[in-house]
């Protein structure tokens, strides 16, 4: 169990995740059609962050098991799934790493950007243990062929500026971005499979610099009293790139699944 005293690399960023891009609702979908879920079965969500796919499996089956070691993201998920009265989740603060093997069985597990922030080897083989004959995991991530949004380089320009080169978070995994070698090593869900699904955001400033605070290299809280000053410089670079201030986003969301083995 994390304590007060753990430094998280997602400190301050838990408001702002509403203004990520939301994953297509195509890949939810898929993700249930796929797992046959229903009300009769449980799945698990693994860095969960605030709402990002629990809150949406949680109308399909009978309970889901939130886990994210922050506090600020297990608190917004609460108050996220109150405000939907979805009562069938829970949220629980602790390290994927550390999940009670009492905790199963679930028919399917989720990971929403977040596998690189894990032992990657670990947390497969406790999954192993807590996913039923038939589950597996869903891996859910934005589209790695995704082209860079027109905003993107000018916002990672300015955050340099201010908070100098973005260096990998010493508490990611080594292997960031790659999954496929651990799954490939793996004996139970080494056979795995990867799907796109396309769609479309419209953006204003405020969403973006929202956005922007969402990430854990560029969290508000890094800018200290310089902050302000940021969000300024940010939005007059977008107004000069596109004075309607308005930008179509092109989303392509990527689910890897991997069905657990049969022993």
């Not at 949680?58 to 070691?69: K, L, N, Q, R």
């Not at 990971?111 to 406790?126: P, S, T, Y």
């Not at 605070?213 to 809280?221: F, I, W």
Request: hydrophobic share 40%; with cysteine.
């Amino acid at each position: 169990m994390p304590t007060s005293s753990d430094a998280s690399p997602f400190a301050g960023t838990a408001p702002y995740y509403p203004f990520r891009a939301p994953y297509a609702q195509a890949a939810i979908d898929f993700i249930i059609e796929r797992y046959n879920l229903s009300e009769g079965v449980r799945a698990l969500d693994l860095g969960c962050g605030p709402r990002t796919i629990a809150i949406p499996l949680s109308y399909t089956v009978g309970e889901v098991i939130a886990v994210d070691p922050d506090a600020d993201m297990i608190a917004q998920g609460r108050r996220l799934a109150a405000s939907r009265r979805r009562q069938n989740i829970q949220w629980l603060r602790s390290r994927a790493e550390d999940i009670s093997l009492r905790a199963g069985p679930f028919r399917v597990t989720t990971i929403g950007q977040a596998f690189h922030w894990m032992d990657r080897d670990e947390v497969l083989r406790k999954l192993a243990i807590l996913m039923a004959d038939g589950g597996g995991l869903a891996l859910v991530n934005a589209g790695k062929r995704r082209p860079q949004e027109n905003w993107e380089p000018v916002a990672d320009q300015i955050v340099a500026k201010f908070l100098g080169p973005r260096t990998r978070h010493p508490k990611s995994n080594p292997q960031e971005p790659e999954h496929e070698p651990a799954l490939v090593r793996s004996e139970s869900f080494s056979n795995f499979t990867a799907h796109e699904f396309p769609s479309t955001i419209t953006r204003d400033i405020n969403s973006i610099i929202g956005c922007v605070y969402s990430k854990s290299s560029s969290a508000r809280p890094l800018f200290g009293d310089n902050a302000k000053a940021f969000e300024v410089e940010l939005s007059k670079a977008l107004f000069s790139l596109n004075p309607a201030g308005v930008f179509n986003e092109q989303v392509k969301t990527e689910v890897v699944i991997a069905h657990k083995r049969a022993r």
